[in-house]
């Protein structure tokens, strides 16, 4: 689906979401129930920079600093992070730290975060954003990625045909969607047949500042061990028992 | 290999980070010890859910009090993962070796080409991503000489400096990050966004010693704040 798809299903009766000519996303729609949620994101693919951070967390921050409980939708389609040396030079790493706090704070502070990756996501641009939020949605088409396999295949020199078939049988390094439904990342794909207005709203409804994608992730067996072995990390370091069968 | 952000390896930090969080009688300082390229790529979905999930514990303990420092020295720095990591801690310590980053110099120099950034020029990459850079633009806090005792006296004195996880350190960040990105956009190297910060000489600042760059950094305003 098209950017401007996507904004017409889920506000079809009309949205004040801008898509700057550098690709961030900016703005505001009223949901189908008839309140606020306030929208930001990247468009058109392009990498995420120190510039692009500052108009997206500045307007989570606007969302916060009005108060009330005003839900945030971050839309991505991002290749990553802007690979420049300057980026590099002034602290991207920071920035996008700032945005993913930005998020985090909404989030601890009452306004639901969701995220809707409709076309690329990578690395850190990803964690920046759509991995930052409270629930991760998948739009059918969306590419995944944290590396592309000839790069993976570059840096750990495992020979990429031999990636590509690894790739069939585990969910654990592939990019893809299917992957990421299968780790607990993305919680939900949505049917795009049907309204897109309505699936907003359940997953509104489902979204929660408790971090449940490692439990998502063994349910769903594509992350079996992450669940548990945090949870023996908090019986050891409390001296509580804990039971390491149950999710 | 560099790369540690991996299914098992990364639910330790996150269970050590939540049990922090939610047991006020455990310690509330965490001490993280950052040498890492970021995320395992045999597992890289797994370890990118995991930095995710570690962010976000972060996030949380240090709204419920806890002071997360980032000790960054080492062999690889904190690159990919382990730089948003840091972007998230309450505070910073590094030394001269400990490079921070997202995008590390050989993967930018192999997608962008060398004259964007040449990986094999050392002064060059040491003045971009390593420890005198990141104390100097504000990125981290304190700068020791890479030694066990120089990072646990640093880390020492950051424990009781740690801003509150708020609205308002959030929003003062965004103006110090905002003002960086202005105040340097023309800069193309180093050099020149520390003139800019009032350093005289900054073709001086490579060779100095630990002492004395630490003294040149504690005097610089833009170096030392407390919106993070």
Redesign the interface.
Known sequence: MTLDDVLKGLFPSGHQVKISDAGWITGAATRKTGGPISVIGVAKGVALG??G??PL??QV?DV??RGGDTPILVLVDTQG?L????D???????????L???L??AS??GHRTIGLEYGKAA??A???TA??TDILIGLPGAEPA??DLP??S???K?PEAELLKLAKTT????PGLD??VL???VAKVWDPAQPLDGQLEDALAAAS?V?V??VL?AERKG?P??????????AE??GRSCDLASP | ?G?TFA??S???L???V??AR??K??PQTVLLLLDSGG?R?????????????F???I??AR?AGVAVIALVGGKSG?F??A??????CSRVVVSEQGR????GPE??E???GVE??DSRDKALVW???GGK??RL?G?ADAFTEDSMVGFREAAKAQISLSAP???AT??A??QR??Q??EK?AA????NA?WRILGIQSPEAVADMDAAAFILLANGIKDSNHDAR
């Open positions: 120190t510039a951070v500052l967390a500045a921050l916060v600093a992070q690979m420049a040396r300057r590099e030079m002034r602290g991207l790493n920071e920035y996008l730290g700032h993913a706090k930005c985090l704070l601890h502070l690395a850190g990803f964690l920046a991995l930052a944290v590396m790069s993976i570059r840096v750990t495992l969910p654990v390094f592939a992957h990421m780790m607990g990342a500042p971090d994608r490692d992730g992350r061990m992450s669940a548990q072995v945090a949870r023996r990390v908090i370091a409390t | 290999m790369g299914e098992v990364g639910a330790k996150v269970g050590l939540r049990a939610d047991h009688d455990l995320v790529l045999q597992e890289a979905n797994a370890g990118e859910l995991a930095v995710a999930e962010m976000r514990a996030a949380q709204s904190a990919g993962g730089g948003l990591t840091v972007g998230v921070i980053g997202v995008s993967v930018i192999t997608n962008k964007e950034y003045s971009v991503c850079n990141r633009i990125m996880f708020n609205l959030l929003q960040e965004q990050l905002k960086r990105q340097f800069c193309d190297d180093a966004m």
